[in-house]
Nanobody, 118 residues
Framework: VQLQASGGGLVQDGASRRLSCEAS?????????SAWFRQAPGKERAEVASIAWNGRNPHYDESVKGRFTISRNFAKNAVDLQMNNLKPEDTAIYYC???????????WGQGTQVTVSS
């Protein structure tokens, strides 16, 4: 599976941004779960939100609950992250990831930088 993330950029405090991650390759049919992680400077990579590849069971970190929405774009084999009311503390490199199977390791896409200015 190859993952291509897009949508990062520089936004103002309180603005919205939508990230998208398209999956390609023969193993796409076997994807079990997808997620968005982020890594801020000096911090470890942490999961922000996840969703089953069938679009069910979204989960969110407490820090983004109510502001971010993860969803599946079935037409594009993509997983999107709608980010509303962005805050400076949301500034990070955002990574998408998928698993092939319930206990398989994450397969990572390249990161996309989101910078929120105050």
């Amino acid at each position: 599976v190859q993952l291509q993330a897009s949508g990062g950029g520089l936004v103002q405090d309180g603005a919205s941004r939508r990230l998208s991650c398209e999956a390609s390759g023969r193993s796409v049919v076997g994807i079990y779960k997808s997620a968005w992680f982020r890594q801020a400077p000096g911090k470890e990579r942490a999961e922000v939100a996840s969703i089953a590849w069938n679009g069910r069971n979204p989960h969110y970190d407490e820090s983004v609950k109510g502001r971010f929405t993860i969803s599946r774009n079935f037409a594009k084999n993509a997983v999107d992250l709608q980010m509303n009311n962005l805050k400076p503390e949301d500034t990070a490199i955002y990574y998408c990831a998928v698993t092939i199977g319930s206990h398989a390791p994450w397969i990572w896409g390249q990161g996309t930088q989101v910078t929120v200015s105050s």
